[in-house]
């Protein structure tokens, strides 16, 4: 019975808890709906959402705001407080083109609060007077520049060389922005343990202010063709040139060994004759009677080519 009565009494204090909450609720929201109903005047930061630009120019400076001081009611500056407001500048009307700038002046547009409803009383805006610099769109072709790097699974190389698809985009925006660009990176990319054809995705680089430029792409395809590698060796003649006329000489060695990458398909396309090693006589080491071999010939479907012979060695004979 005890029990009973304790469980009634604290069902009758929570309701108590809860009727006293539920009115402060009210009281609250009451509060709030009357001080959003008075009228405050204050001052906002707006930014400018430009219109009816010319398509021939493109609008350099978008940092460009306006501090407008309105008297309204709470509830417009809540609207304004939630989602950052804009002012329209229509480049059709509202501004003058003066040489290398457009000029937009407060008193042409805005003091007939043309963009507040009327509800709204625009007292002042600042500054008086805005300065727009703008550029002349040019197109141009921009190569894309691979940073990339491929870690390949020993044995395996590419046959021939990275590329990117598509191997440049179009650039649409300021001659003043646009003339300096001489390529475009791909964002720095590491490929590990690749074995087979590549094939990835890769963004681009692009200028931190992007607004005044357009892109026909932000990135590329990064693409290699992969094979299997192995080492090959061939002895390769050694020539001699810049003799003087009337001088004879022998040199030892006549071969050398030249070493060198190349994909298993291509490794029997390849012989001693499309490799070539010269030694320039007016290069000669000095009172040393040694020359230095040069490869001046090579397929190009070889690489990390190797002469293993630094020196070779002559005799005048006559």
């Known amino acids: 019975m005890k029990k009973l009565k304790s469980e009634i009494l604290t069902s009758i204090r929570n309701k108590r808890i809860n009727v006293f909450i539920l009115f402060l609720l009210f009281a609250f929201i009451i509060l709030i709906f009357t001080k959003l109903s008075k009228e405050y005047t204050n001052t906002m930061t707006f930014g400018i959402e430009k219109i009816n630009v010319p398509e021939e120019y493109v609008i350099l400076n978008d ?5 407008i001081t309105l008297k309204t009611h709470g509830f417009k500056w809540l609207k304004y407080y939630v989602s950052k407001p804009n002012i329209k500048i229509d480049f059709s009307n509202d501004v003058d083109k003066k040489q290398a700038v457009f000029l937009w002046n407060k008193s042409k547009a805005y003091l007939n609060n043309t963009q507040f409803d009327e509800q709204v009383e625009l007292l002042n805006i600042s500054p008086d007077r805005l300065t727009f610099k703008y550029g ?17 699974i020993p044995g395996y190389d590419v046959s021939d060389k990275l590329v990117s698809d598509p191997d440049s985009i179009v650039v649409i925006g300021p001659d003043l922005l646009v003339s300096k660009m001489d390529f475009l990176e791909t964002e720095e990319t590491v490929f590990n343990d690749v074995k087979s054809n590549l094939e990835e995705t890769a963004k681009l680089k692009l200028p931190e202010n992007t607004s005044d430029l357009k892109f026909s792409e932000n990135s590329v395809v990064i693409k290699a063709h992969v094979e299997k590698f192995t080492e090959g060796t061939l002895k390769i003649p050694v020539n001699i040139v810049n003799v003087p006329k009337g001088m004879k000489l022998k040199y030892f060695p006549r071969e050398i060994n030249v070493s060198y990458y190349i994909s298993l398909s291509n490794f029997n396309s390849v012989t001693n004759k499309d490799f070539k090693v010269v030694c320039d006589y007016t290069k000669a080491m000095g009172n040393q009677s040694l020359l230095v071999p040069e490869l001046v010939k090579y397929p190009k479907t070889v690489k990390n080519i190797k002469i293993n012979q630094q020196r070779i060695e002559f005799i005048i004979t006559k």
């Open 63 to 67: 940092s460009i705001m306006l501090n």
């Open 136 to 152: 002349v769109n040019l197109v141009k072709k921009i190569p894309i520049k691979l940073n990339a790097t491929v870690n390949f």
